[in-house]
């Protein structure tokens, strides 16, 4: 019987799971998928943490502690998650050890509403850095253009970066030029770039849900050709520019200096259309060095029924550049559905925020002091 997933990782794909839970630690699920399922890092999100923290029996012991002292809602909510985060972190650390710091990472995300701030990210990005206080742990910092400063400030400082909420090319190359610019900075300040690390989060499904949804809008059958091929298309030009980045002098420069390079992450990889293979956005989606971030849903389809056929991107540019030419050539317009779904990927983590204050507050409210 063939193992879809340990394939993946042979043919140089990470495999991580986007979820966590206190539950899902205390049970021993996640210990099992590191053990048996490859899964090698773990990702978090503002939407996955409200739906961890509906569990409030879960909770409960450390939720009546923090109401014991009296900590702001805000805290309360930045407590349970760095707490479930650093738990993360240490059972994926042997992970980390073993791979030279590449792998065995958790990521969290800083609070949403700051998107647009950049001042206010780095100060955040800081204090949760502090306060999980783990060599394997990246904090999230979304790609706006806010974002971007951000993002070199806290790899300058020595933090380690995962940079989230990327759809654009255009918008990625930014990333990946502020990866390089903190490396330069963090050498500048005396960091050892060995312990630095970075992933920059492309986001896949959204995008065909979006243009999917502008094609049968025009309804033509060179529209409906070209349903379900703009996300794979994007993800692959993405990974063509990133080879590209990466090989230049001032890539190797830094690597010299003992820099790992920023690893391209395939974010959102769930499908959304029952039309389409629920493993697409994992098995076209193959190349050496990247990392792919699955909703368990997800890595049990590709367990069960994921064909993988090695590279499934490196010998496509020209057929994503095609696609991405015939989408604008019957009038999607990419730069709005990129400029769209980066709006509305903000927009949906800052409302998953207010949920999750909303239900620590009532879980507050709720548990003996």
Do not use: C
């Not at 993002?151 to 990625?172: D, E, H, K, P």
């Not at 770039?193 to 896949?204: G, I, P």
């Not at 990129?338 to 998953?352: A, P």
Request: hydrophobic share 45%.
């Amino acid at each position: 019987m063939s193992d879809a997933l340990a394939e993946l990782s042979a043919a140089g794909v990470a495999v991580w799971l986007d979820d966590i839970s206190r539950q899902r630690l205390n049970s021993g699920n996640l210990a099992q998928l590191v053990t048996e399922k490859h899964v090698v890092g773990v990702t978090s999100n503002p939407t996955i943490f409200a739906k961890a923290l509906e569990d409030i029996d879960t909770y409960a012991e450390t939720l009546t502690d923090l109401k014991a002292r009296k900590v702001s809602v805000d805290e309360a909510v930045r407590m349970v998650t760095a707490t479930d985060i650093r738990d993360g972190a240490d059972l994926l650390r042997p992970v980390f050890d073993r791979s030279g710091g590449v792998d065995g990472r958790v990521s969290l995300e800083v609070d949403p509403r700051l998107a647009n701030e950049t001042e206010a990210t780095i100060a955040e990005a800081k204090a949760l850095w502090w306060l999980v206080d783990r060599p394997n742990l990246f904090i999230k910092i979304p790609a706006t253009k806010a974002g971007l400063p951000a993002i070199t400030a806290a790899l300058a400082q020595g933090i380690s970066v995962n940079v989230t909420l990327i759809f654009s090319l255009q918008r990625y190359n930014e990333v990946m030029e502020a990866y390089l610019a903190g490396l330069e900075q963090a050498k500048a300040n005396g960091h050892d770039l060995t312990n630095l690390a970075s992933v920059a989060s492309f986001f896949v499904s959204r995008v065909d849900t979006e243009i999917d949804k502008r094609l049968d809008k025009l309804g033509s059958d060179e529209a409906k050709a070209l349903r379900g091929k703009a996300a794979i298309a994007n993800a692959r030009l993405a990974y063509r520019d990133y080879e590209q980045v990466f090989s230049t002098e001032r890539w190797k420069a830094l690597a010299a200096a003992g820099a790992k390079p920023q690893r391209p992450l395939w974010a959102s990889t769930g499908v959304k259309d029952p039309a389409y293979d629920d493993t697409q956005y994992v098995v076209e989606l193959v190349a050496p060095g990247v990392v792919n971030t699955m909703p368990e849903a997800t890595l049990k389809a590709v367990e069960d029924h994921g064909v993988v056929r090695g590279d499934t991107v490196t010998s496509y540019y020209p057929e994503a550049q095609a696609t991405l030419d015939a989408l604008a050539g019957i009038g999607i317009d990419y730069d709005d559905v990129v400029d769209l779904l980066e709006r509305e990927g903000v927009s949906k983590f800052e409302q998953s925020w207010v949920e999750l204050l909303d239900s620590v507050k009532k879980q507050l409210s709720a548990v003996d002091a």
